[in-house]
């Protein structure tokens, strides 16, 4: 082991984000003495929470299997008010957390990182900002999210717009009146769902324009009142634990039974009441096979296009609102209040831009191949490039002046989804190849182990720690091979890395690890117990 450079740097650590990774990243290093600083490209906490306003943004995983579990006082303290909080109340929470655990003293805000490099000499990186500012550090920690970069369409003439256009990930702090106003909504992802359900009361005129359907299920949100309350505590310790056993982190788990082991009339009954309970149960708690079996999958996707027929009335708008192109759940699954309804509505309209492409925005609204649209108000709810995207931001050069650009280029690497090689002391919270699911379960865990090597190495004086080509290459064909067979691999959309409004993301990837929770952290805690004798240590 070479001893440690003797050096003057800034911070131990630099912690790129402000979101929920990483303010609990900045908790946990604090917890270590380390000196640290995080950068912030926003005016205050909260990452997905803050930039995400838009009408209607909540919860759809229950409030309090979302929150964070680490601290039983902060779990004693906050009372969540509905099963699938608000982003409002979300944010709230967010800036409740920084409080309370006074971590804006070691956040600058209003700091966008734009690039980073490792110095060899010192075995450590040198951050940019936005203003030209350089900080170094020797552990660089990303916390940059995996849907953060918003991307807008790419339609000839969208800057020529006269009336007000917003994309839902940049919606202004101050709220937008839509009485009397004539909308348009492009897009609709989970997004597009909870706005075009949120505004379509309060809008004069609202047009949607849709490329592909999405399977919707209905969300069934309410209040919580205090004896649930009471119950959600007394009952949390059981919930986080139950949260760590399942495939996903989410309170519900897959049925044990494939879809054609019970009788057509069981299969009906249980999709009804899958369809009648909260959340994601239809999704993550359904019949084992129907993500990965296109007959069983052929039947929940039967059932809910039936859902729609019933509750739409014009069977023609119907007829649009059903996805052909893909089976149920095999995208991320939008849940949604009375969205179908929308579209009874006498206000509403549904434009099929797959009959009617869109030819260009023109200053005074929409041009379709049928005819011009006039809107005083354009939404864009048109998604992000995910998962890389917000890497691909930051100009990350590692040892030898490696690009990351370039490594990635045709489909990210990683070891354990948290390291890279040749980017020596430079960890990722939810990057690629990282269990996602709920996240905020999937970030504590990250931070967690993350936190364990930096402990690690202060305490055996390391200051330089790589992942392998070998361990890179490992985990990454793991990865691959998990993704094998999983319908939702067939599918485009950001979970495949697909993002036609960007170039070079026209091709399908594996970016993201689709094996259980459970088994990876058990290969996480393995690496750990062995003292990280995996990675390149000095
Ligand atoms: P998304 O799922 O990627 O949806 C983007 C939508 O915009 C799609 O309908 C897409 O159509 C459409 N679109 C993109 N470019 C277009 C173009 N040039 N012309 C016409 N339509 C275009 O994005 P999202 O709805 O923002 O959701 C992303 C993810 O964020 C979700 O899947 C979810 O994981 C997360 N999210 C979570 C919550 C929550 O927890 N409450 C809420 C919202 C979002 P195509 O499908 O044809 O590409």
């Known amino acids: 082991m070479s001893a ?93 957390v920084a409080d309370k655990f006074d971590l804006r003293r070691d956040i600058r805000f209003r700091s966008r990182v734009t690039a980073a490099i490792y110095q060899e000499d010192t075995r450590s990186w040198r951050i940019t900002l936005e203003d030209g500012s350089h900080h170094t550090c020797r552990f660089l920690i990303t916390a940059i999210g995996p849907l953060s970069t918003p991307t807008l369409p790419r339609i000839e003439g969208r800057d020529s717009f006269q009336g007000k256009s917003f994309h839902t990930a940049r919606w202004p702090h101050d709220p937008v009146d839509f009485t009397g106003k004539r909308v348009a909504v ?91 309970e909260r959340g994601f149960g239809i999704w993550q708690g359904n019949f084992r096979d129907i993500l990965i079996d296109r007959k069983a999958n052929a039947t929940i996707s039967d059932f809910v296009a039936r859902k729609i027929r019933q509750r739409v009335k014009d069977p023609k708008v119907a007829e649009k609102l059903i996805p052909r192109n893909h089976g149920f759940g095999t995208r991320r699954l939008p849940l949604e209040t009375f969205y179908y309804e929308v579209y009874n509505r006498d206000n509403v309209e549904l434009v099929d831009i797959t009959e009617t492409p869109i030819e260009r925005i023109t200053p005074a609204g929409i041009k379709t191949s049928e005819r011009e649209f006039e809107f005083d108000i354009i939404i864009y709810a048109t998604g992000f490039d995910a998962i890389t995207g917000s890497f691909d931001k930051i100009d990350f050069r590692g040892a030898g002046g490696a690009l990351l650009k370039d490594k990635w280029k045709s489909g990210p690497s990683t070891y354990l989804g948290l390291m890279i090689d040749e980017f020596p002391n430079m960890m990722m919270l939810m990057g690629p190849h990282t ?104």
């Open 186 to 276: 492009i897009g609709t992802g989970a997004t597009g769902v909870q706005t075009i359900q949120t505004i379509a009361s309060e809008v004069g005129h609202l047009t949607v324009f849709q490329r592909t359907p999405n399977w919707c299920a209905p969300l069934h949100n309410g209040k919580i009142d205090a004896e649930t309350q009471r119950k959600i505590k007394a009952g949390y310790p059981e919930m986080f634990r139950r949260c760590q056993e399942t495939f996903a982190c989410f309170i519900h788990t897959p049925d044990p039974r494939g879809a054609f082991e019970v009788s057509d009339e069981e299969r009906e009954a249980f999709y009804e009441k899958l369809y009648g």
């Open 4 to 96: 440690a450079p003797q050096l003057d740097l800034d911070y131990d650590a630099i912690v790129i984000g402000a979101g929920l990774s990483g303010m609990y990243q900045l908790y946990r290093l604090r917890e270590l003495d380390l000196s640290v600083r995080v950068f912030e490209a926003g005016t205050n906490v909260g990452g997905t929470w803050y930039w995400n306003r838009y009408p209607g943004a909540r919860f759809d995983s229950e409030s309090y299997s979302y929150g964070y579990s680490f601290s039983k006082e902060l779990l004693e303290e906050w009372e969540w008010s509905e099963h699938f909080a608000g982003q409002p109340e979300t944010l709230r929470y967010c800036n409740y």
């Open 435 to 538: 269990a996602l699911g709920n996240i905020p379960r999937s970030i504590e865990y990250s931070v967690d182990w993350v936190t364990g090597l930096i402990r690690f190495a202060r305490d055996n004086g390391l200051t330089r720690l790589e992942a392998t080509r070998e361990g890179v290459d490992d985990w990454t064909d793991h990865v691959k091979s998990l993704g094998v067979g999983l319908l939702s691999n067939e599918v485009d959309s950001w979970m495949t890395g697909i993002n036609r409004n960007v170039e070079g993301k026209q091709t399908r990837i594996i970016a993201r690890y689709s094996g259980s929770a459970p088994a990876y952290r058990a290969r996480c805690d393995e690496v750990a117990a062995k003292g990280y004798d995996e990675l390149r240590l000095a």
